[in-house]
């Protein structure tokens, strides 16, 4: 039908008769020029084969330029030319260097030759399929990398944003947790905490003084990390002072029941219930366990001086931190000894009287500056 159409189209241009004539010349041009593009495409196979054919030749006889050898490198590398070499070999190159007449070589013996060849010429057949694989492999495994990344980050290794509470001399705040749990932090203190509970434990870390009180979660104990201790309850009521600077570090139950847990050790040391304090002295590395009030526990949130067996060493460094003052001690001794120390009102001169009474001490106060001696 689109050669009739073709034909109608040339009789209409160039009259009835012409176009039928116009269009059979041009069929058998285009039948001329195909048979002339075979024969181009035959003349450069031909003329292809022998240049390999010499290529090779010249190749077994160390005959090759550098160029000649890069063009045989690339011929292997592109992986089209394989059956051509192959049949060179066969039909013509091995003939001519072994300067005999050996026939036709039988498929095996040309693929070993051939083989040769490709390990002389330190490349492998269908090395594009190679290298394509061996990208996509790369490829594979970067990606499961990045995947493994974020999967470790957001679901092994997830970081939680921390917050860190501090207070100034004299200063005391009440802070509530994500779990509801309440803290006092007394001053010149420090707790570090969670955003957000997550994981099978409620962590807080506190460097100094303070009271909590837990909200009771049984199937996510709460730890409170402080010093070398390691303070473990479910649901409860109970103060730690924990100063860097205090000879002991001291845990005291208002109700319930906590478990104290030394540093690097599973099982609980003790197990302290209400109106327990254990003082644990980190030069002496010894634990000391007495009975308190658990009205004397909760004094410090309500203004109140309280210090039951205490070093005078820790009540001065505790009225330090309190009055913004500094104590020195004329013989250092005299900081070991212990003594329980109760005050009801907050002026400075009332308390600094009565604490240098029970220490059998007397103190001289210049500034902010108090000799005890």
């Known amino acids: 039908m689109g050669g009739a159409f073709f034909t109608w189209i040339l009789n ?4 009835i008769g012409c176009g039928s004539l116009l269009y059979k010349f041009i069929l058998k041009q285009r039948k001329c020029i195909c048979f002339t593009d075979c024969i181009i495409s035959k003349l450069t196979s031909i003329t292809l084969d022998i240049k390999i054919k010499n290529l090779l030749l010249k190749y077994l006889n160390d005959e090759c ?7 045989i490198r690339h011929i292997f590398l592109d ?17 001519q260097m072994d300067q005999k007449p050996l026939g036709r070589m039988d498929k095996e013996n040309v693929d070993s030759l051939y083989q040769k060849i490709l390990i002389k010429t330190q490349v492998k057949p269908k090395s594009r399929l190679i290298y394509a694989y061996w990208w996509k492999a790369v490829a594979a495994v970067l990606v499961m990398g990045v995947m493994g990344y974020f999967i470790f980050n957001n679901v092994f290794y997830n970081p939680q944003t921390m917050v860190e509470v501090s207070t100034l001399t004299g200063e005391r705040i009440k802070i509530m947790l994500p779990d509801s749990s309440t803290i006092w932090l007394n001053d010149e203190s420090k707790l570090s905490y969670s955003e ?3 994981g099978d434990t409620r962590d807080v870390y506190l460097e100094g003084k303070a009271f909590f009180e837990v909200k009771e979660n049984k199937e996510k104990p709460f730890l ?15 103060d730690i002072k924990a100063y860097k600077d205090d000879k002991d570090i ?3 139950v208002a109700t319930g029941k906590v478990s104290v847990i030394r540093d690097k050790v599973a099982l609980p040391y003790r197990t302290l219930l209400a109106g327990d304090q254990l003082a644990y002295d980190k030069e002496a590395k010894e634990f000391m366990e007495q009975k308190i009030e658990v009205d004397d526990i909760l004094a410090w949130k309500e203004g109140r001086l ?3 067996d205490e070093t005078v060493g820790d009540i001065a460094r505790s009225l330090e931190r309190r009055y913004d003052i500094k104590f020195v001690f004329v013989n250092p001794a005299d900081k070991n000894q212990r003594v ?15 604490f240098s009474l029970v220490a059998g001490l007397e103190y001289q106060e210049v500034g902010n500056r108090i000799e005890m001696k």
């Open 12 to 15: 209409y241009k160039y009259g």
């Open 65 to 71: 330029t550098d160029e000649e050898i890069e063009e």
């Open 79 to 95: 992986g089209k030319y394989q059956e051509e070499w192959k049949q060179a070999l066969e039909e013509d190159a091995v003939h």
């Open 196 to 198: 957000k509970f997550e």
């Open 224 to 238: 409170v990390h402080s010093g070398t201790l390691v303070i473990k309850v479910l649901g409860t009521s109970f």
């Open 250 to 252: 001291a845990v005291t």
């Open 306 to 308: 309280i210090f039951v």
């Open 340 to 354: 329980t120390f109760k005050q009801k009102g907050s002026n400075l001169k009332d308390v600094l009287q009565i």
